[in-house]
């Protein structure tokens, strides 16, 4: 059996800068109250119209292809991470394989929905297809377009300061080199807490969930078939991402140094042994927390919320690719990814770079 091996990295960020500052423009709010709380200064932001999840998934992978030293054609198989997809469907790997111009080649492309863990997801599947050489260069991409779908008022603000747009690809390949690549990857779920970090509208539940299905912004008398969006949920903003933030973070805090602890030990590996953690980037207090708990030293731990706020399925490839670009991975390099969010979903890799 082969390993696989990350190839190429590549990232694209939205040219438009939007600091905590500009933030009070939009709800009560303040750079102080963002930045004790999350560690983020700034994040980017698209305007509208300018590009989408899947567009700004084909500049970061073209990156990442030129990287590896392929051209889009060599790519056999797609696989897209993202909550925040062009349509409802089809899905966003279809539409990156057309911005990519690789329709000819009729390679199969992959959706998925974990939220701020899909790029690990991702990578597991990714991983399993490359080992076995069903497939020899594997497009993983996660792609945010957060800002156009939160609620940006005082209402929304313990969501919307957090999240920013942005996308990072790969490119995976086969390697035989010994001891590098992929060596362990975790993925999990509990999905026991699913909505308390959720977007339920638009949706199919047609308020199964809730327990006055009013509350969901349905009219329970009615028996119109119609539940995707009805007028109550534009009316009273029930179409936004919702957080239970306090437990999202008690939650996290415990997941990733689990999950972190598991990739290790399964790898035969300890902390003393990484040159870097690449963590999602979810809040900078989540991740000096999980740092603290693991004993890492500053050098161990990477971070760039502060000008990217957390970009979900992003953010990890975003990451990796800004390490690269500082230098700080290094061939043979020991690296650790993990990630946790809404589901709740987590998981880890280790890759012997
Ligand atoms: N600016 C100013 N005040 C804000 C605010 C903002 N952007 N957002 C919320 N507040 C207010 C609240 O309304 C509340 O006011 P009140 O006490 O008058 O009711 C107060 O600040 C405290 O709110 P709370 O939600 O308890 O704050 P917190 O200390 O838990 O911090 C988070 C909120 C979201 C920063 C924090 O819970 C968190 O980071 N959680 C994890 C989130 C995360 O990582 N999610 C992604 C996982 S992948």
């Not at 905590?20 to 004790?36: F, V």
């Not at 057309?98 to 990578?123: M, W």
């Not at 990739?263 to 953690?277: H, I, P």
Request: charged letters at 25%; proline letters at 3%.
């Amino acid at each position: 059996m082969y390993k696989t091996k990350i190839a190429g990295v590549g990232k694209f960020i939205p040219e438009k800068v939007v600091t905590n500052k500009d933030l009070e423009q939009y709800m009560e709010t303040s750079d102080q109250w963002i930045r004790e709380r999350t560690g983020i200064e700034e994040r980017h932001w698209l305007k509208r119209g300018e590009d989408t999840s899947s567009t700004m998934a084909a500049k970061a992978a073209k990156d990442a292809i030129k990287m590896a030293g392929i051209e889009p054609e060599d790519v056999d198989f797609i696989i897209f991470a993202t909550l925040s997809p062009d349509y409802f469907f089809p899905g966003n790997g279809v539409m990156l394989q057309r911005h990519l111009g690789i329709t000819k080649t009729e390679i199969p492309a992959l959706d998925i929905r974990n939220q701020c863990s899909g790029f690990v997801y991702g990578l597991e599947v990714a991983d399993q297809f490359i080992k076995t050489g069903k497939y020899k260069n594997i497009l993983l991409v996660g792609a945010e377009y957060h800002s156009g779908g939160m609620d940006i008022s005082t209402r929304g603000r313990g969501i919307s300061v957090l999240f920013g747009d942005g996308a990072g690809a790969v490119i995976l390949q086969a390697t035989e080199e010994e001891g590098k690549g992929i060596l362990v990857t975790h993925i999990h779920s509990d999905g026991s807490q699913a909505e308390i970090l959720s977007a339920k509208n638009p949706g199919m539940h047609g308020g199964y969930y809730d327990e006055e299905a009013s509350e969901g912004g349905y009219d329970t008398n009615s028996d119109h078939p119609f539940v995707l969006v009805t007028e109550k949920m534009l009316n009273e903003s029930l179409i936004y991402p919702f957080m239970e933030g306090q437990a999202v973070f008690k939650t996290a805090v415990k997941k990733f140094p689990e999950v972190i602890r598991k990739a290790l030990a399964t790898s035969g590996y300890d902390t003393k042994d990484v040159n870097l953690v690449i963590p999602h980037q979810a809040n900078l207090r989540i991740s000096q927390f999980v740092q603290k708990i693991l004993r890492l030293r500053d050098d161990q731990m990477f971070n760039n919320i502060q000008k990217y706020g957390n970009t979900t399925a992003a953010s990890i490839p975003i990451a990796l690719t800004e390490a690269i670009e500082q230098g700080k991975v290094k061939d043979g390099d020991l690296l650790v990814i993990a990630a946790f969010g809404s589901g709740f979903t987590w998981g880890s890799a280790v890759i012997r770079w």
